[in-house]
């Protein structure tokens, strides 16, 4: 049975812009993955990291999967080594490529591996703001708020900018 899936995806270096395309691209080759929606791509300073890194551009697509959580957590694992992140990566590096499993239908779940929804969505306006674009209905599955009140309570203060270009759909 197929389950609806967030993923938050962010690059801040090299060409952002293509690294978040050939992530979408890569995430849509997959058999077990559908894409359902793309929000528009925003750029943001860099949060709880060094501002000298230069800005991020982020962008949250909504999958159908097959998956179970851990198989489409390795999937994009394996995108990001494909894109150039290293499987080492230190917390709070720069990099080609972040993909991110925010939610996984209303399942909560908390493992070494994969906490769900991911523990710090709600307090980042970058995925909070294309979030709400492509599922203004969502709820968190831990606390029942919708995305309106999420987006009010949320402790970022980061100012995002949509970029108005218009986009390939990558699948």
Not at 86 to 108: E, F, N, V
Not at 111 to 128: D, M, N
């Amino acid at each position: 049975m197929a389950e609806q899936a967030v993923l938050g995806i962010g690059s801040n270096l090299g060409d952002r812009e293509d690294y978040l395309r050939r992530a979408v691209e890569l995430l849509c080759q997959k058999e077990s993955i559908n894409l359902v929606a793309a929000s528009s791509i925003y750029e943001t300073p860099p949060l709880d990291i060094p501002s000298s890194q230069g800005d991020f551009i982020n962008q949250v697509v909504v999958i159908s999967t097959s998956l179970s959580p851990t198989g489409l957590l390795s999937i994009c694992q394996e995108i990001e080594v494909i894109l150039g992140r290293p499987g080492d990566h230190t917390a709070g590096a720069s990099r080609t490529i972040d993909i991110d499993l925010i939610s996984y239908g209303s399942l909560i779940h908390n493992s070494g591996q994969l906490v769900l929804p991911h523990p710090k969505y709600a307090r980042r306006k970058f995925v909070l703001v294309p979030l709400a674009e492509v599922l203004p209905d969502f709820r968190d599955p831990l606390t029942g708020r919708s995305i309106r009140q999420l987006l009010e309570n949320c402790p970022d203060i980061s100012v995002l900018h949509r970029w108005d270009r218009l986009q390939e759909a990558p699948c």
